[in-house]
């Protein structure tokens, strides 16, 4: 029965603060998003290349593949 009305507090507190558990889902969903495909202005190391998937085009100097595909190496 505790259990009940702490969630329905949860839920009432949320719906008046305007935000709905669909919303605060999402906005949390967007700012995670934002924060892991901001660009950076730095170039990757050869090991941050390798971790993210890719491999090191030595010819070209330029990460192959995975997360930083095509970016120059630092």
């Known amino acids: 029965m505790r259990i009940r009305r ?9 719906a008046l603060a305007g ?3 669909t919303g605060a889902a999402t906005a949390t969903a ?23 998937g890719g491999t090191v085009d030595w010819a070209t100097n330029t990460c192959k593949g995975g997360k930083y595909d095509g970016q120059k190496i630092d």
Not at 39 to 50: F, Q, R
């Open 19 to 21: 935000l709905g558990l």
């Open 30 to 52: 967007t700012a995670t998003t934002a924060a892991t495909t901001a660009p950076t202005d730095a170039a990757p190391t050869v090991g941050e290349c390798e971790d993210g």
């Open 6 to 14: 702490i969630l329905t507090a949860v839920i009432a507190t949320a």
